[in-house]
């Protein structure tokens, strides 16, 4: 089949692309389709779809998402006046390349945009609907429209959800598709490692990995990682792994230098190698508010680290708690606090429940398994 998929963003270190790559790639390599990107936006992900051998097609396009704190404002409205006619223009270049292609089916990779969809559907070919954000409760955004907006989702010939807690919110809200949830596939060639070292170190290393926004929970962590410190506990590291805005980025690393924590935890910036992180850690700490699946969660226990997550959306439905993974009440950072000190002080348990859930993840969250669940999908839309 020609496959068109539309990416949700442009950068090589972006989760969503990442992933999008990984299952592009084994959709032409294992189960022959013609696969074709449509970017929307500049950036660095061509590069890897170059290396991947995949076929891109670039068509400047606007989304139909705005902030909650500005959707009133008279700015916003003239804004979206101008993308909407924007997007009719740009419109015809979709119809002429699906058109070139002889595209069977257009698959719509995040819920940030729409046009693709929107041509598709007067066209007469079928879209596929991959929904990986919760918009309002994780990001602070929303569609413009709602009505017209999850209508055109709604008619989809099916819409994955990457999550359970996904699912239960779209059910609500687009009753009559057909909405199946397929997990995100991690790439295990990349991730696993075998881990001979966790908890043999003098100095258990701690990692957090992604945006550093509050929404994230950096800030628990280092309240706990002060209370630690407070109660004598002095050997362990954090590393902070990700970017933010500057701002919020400086009062984090203020209330650390005040605690005088700066040898206790670093703020790494940026990185795309984070697989080196991973392999060099014993705990990895998921805190956030609404994660939508949890690709950090399920890289960390594919990498063969603890992970000690927030029992709350994605990351609830990824551990089974005290068997593959940690849980600690959302929000709280005493009972955090309480969880680290248990693994601190029972590590030969804390390496069990790591090599228990690194097994389950190499059993269920690879990108070959989530492949093999797409090329479903869109075999059963081929025989309709």
Partial sequence: MNILFVASDNDSASGAFLSMV???????NEY??????????????QELLDAAGISWHYIRTFNWISKLSEYDTVKNKLERVYKRIFNTMVSVRYKLLFKKLDIDIVHMNTSWTYLA????????IPYVWHIREFLEEDQKKCIWDKINGYRLIEQASCVIAISESIKRKYDRLI???H?????NGIDSQKFYTQRDDLFCKDVIQM??????????????LIDACINLYKDGYKNFHLNIVGKGQQEYVNKLKEKVHA???DDFITFCGYRVDTQVFYQTSDITFVCSKAEAFGRVTVEAMMSGTLVIGAKSAATAELILDEKTGIFYENGNSDDLTKKIKWVLEHTDKAKM???NGQKYMLQNMTAENNAKKINEVYIAIKIK
């Fill in 22 to 28: 990984r299952l592009c790639t084994i959709l032409k």
């Fill in 32 to 45: 022959n389709h013609n696969v074709h990107i449509v970017l929307q936006r500049k950036g660095t992900g």
């Fill in 117 to 124: 969809a929107q041509v598709a559907g007067n066209m007469g």
């Fill in 175 to 177: 009753p009559n598709a």
């Fill in 179 to 183: 909405l199946v949830k397929i997990y």
């Fill in 207 to 220: 990692l957090i990995v992604g945006s550093i926004n509050e929404s994230k929970g950096q800030e628990q």
């Fill in 259 to 261: 605690a005088k924590m």
């Fill in 353 to 355: 429940i790591a090599g």
